[in-house]
């Protein structure tokens, strides 16, 4: 299956009292920076920007260096001149990743800028990281397999969504693989994990346990 040819980028600051977010009025209210991959890409290629943009690395002869990116988080981040700042607790949301491979970058370099990114998101402003990267366990993609290993061993938490091995089934329709990550404790496991069936419904996913759904009890 091809990737896809459009990534997007957000830096989004949840209040902690809410359970929901409407990211139209976030984004209205400045808790929402998006950056749209495939809008800056054709201003990029199209037009002539006067200052430097974050997708920059498109134009220049070495598609290696994710750097006019991370400093698109980094100045998003940093305090207005009063030194506060208005995020609290920011998520990093990366939608995704592999489009980078499929651009010409290796996956050391987004390896590198993911690391710088959870340097500054998550250790200086105490918030979180959250990526999405395509594993197609068919395709030999070297590339990919790092990018994917390397992200696996620097998360807390890993989320894999995937088919069932037994093939289609009209009333569950894949499953998803939670693992927790926890520092090594020598009265505690260091890793948990779960695993959850779904089935996706018009507005909404319901999940159950592996081997609970209604339709094969």
Same mark, same amino acid.
């Given at each position: 299956?091809?990737?896809?040819?459009?990534? $997007?980028?957000?830096? &989004?600051? =949840?209040?902690?009292?809410?359970?929901?977010?409407? *990211?139209?009025?976030? +984004? /209205?209210?400045?808790?929402?920076?998006?950056?749209?991959?495939?809008? $800056?890409?054709?201003? &990029?290629? =199209?037009?002539?920007?006067?200052?430097?943009?974050? *997708?920059?690395?498109? +134009? /220049?002869?070495?598609?290696?260096?994710?750097?006019?990116?991370?400093?698109?988080?980094?100045?998003?981040?940093?305090?207005?001149?009063?030194?506060?700042?208005?995020?609290?607790?920011?998520?990093?949301?990366?939608?995704?990743?592999?489009?980078?491979?499929?651009?010409?970058?290796?996956?050391?370099?987004?390896?590198?800028?993911?690391?710088?990114?959870?340097?500054?998101?998550?250790?200086?402003?105490?918030?979180?990281?959250?990526?999405?990267?395509?594993?197609?366990?068919?395709?030999?993609?070297?590339?990919?397999?790092?990018?994917?290993?390397?992200?696996?061993?620097?998360?807390?938490?890993?989320?894999?969504?995937?088919?069932?091995?037994?093939?289609?089934?009209?009333?569950?329709?894949?499953?998803?693989?939670?693992?927790?990550?926890?520092?090594?404790?020598?009265?505690?496991?260091?890793?948990?994990?779960?695993?959850?069936?779904?089935?996706?419904?018009?507005?909404?996913?319901?999940?159950?346990?592996?081997?609970?759904?209604?339709?094969?009890?």
């Amino acid at each position: 299956m091809p990737r896809p040819t459009a990534a $997007s980028l957000c830096i &989004i600051s =949840f209040p902690s009292t809410s359970k929901g977010v409407n *990211l139209t009025a976030a +984004r /209205e209210s400045g808790q929402l920076v998006f950056l749209e991959g495939l809008k $800056s890409t054709v201003d &990029i290629f =199209f037009h002539t920007p006067e200052e430097p943009q974050p *997708l920059q690395f498109l +134009r /220049e002869a070495s598609a290696g260096n994710l750097q006019t990116l991370y400093e698109f988080v980094q100045d998003t981040l940093k305090p207005m001149d009063s030194g506060e700042t208005p995020w609290k607790y920011p998520v990093l949301l990366v939608d995704n990743l592999s489009v980078l491979l499929s651009l010409g970058l290796g996956a050391v370099a987004v390896l590198d800028f993911m690391q710088y990114c959870r340097a500054t998101v998550c250790c200086k402003w105490k918030g979180n990281v959250v990526a999405l990267v395509h594993d197609d366990r068919d395709a030999e993609d070297e590339e990919n397999d790092v990018l994917l290993n390397g992200l696996s061993h620097q998360s807390h938490l890993i989320l894999r969504a995937e088919g069932l091995a037994t093939g289609f089934c009209k009333d569950v329709h894949g499953q998803l693989r939670i693992l927790w990550r926890r520092p090594a404790q020598p009265t505690t496991q260091r890793d948990r994990s779960l695993t959850y069936q779904y089935k996706i419904q018009d507005k909404n996913v319901s999940f159950f346990a592996k081997g609970m759904s209604p339709a094969i009890l």
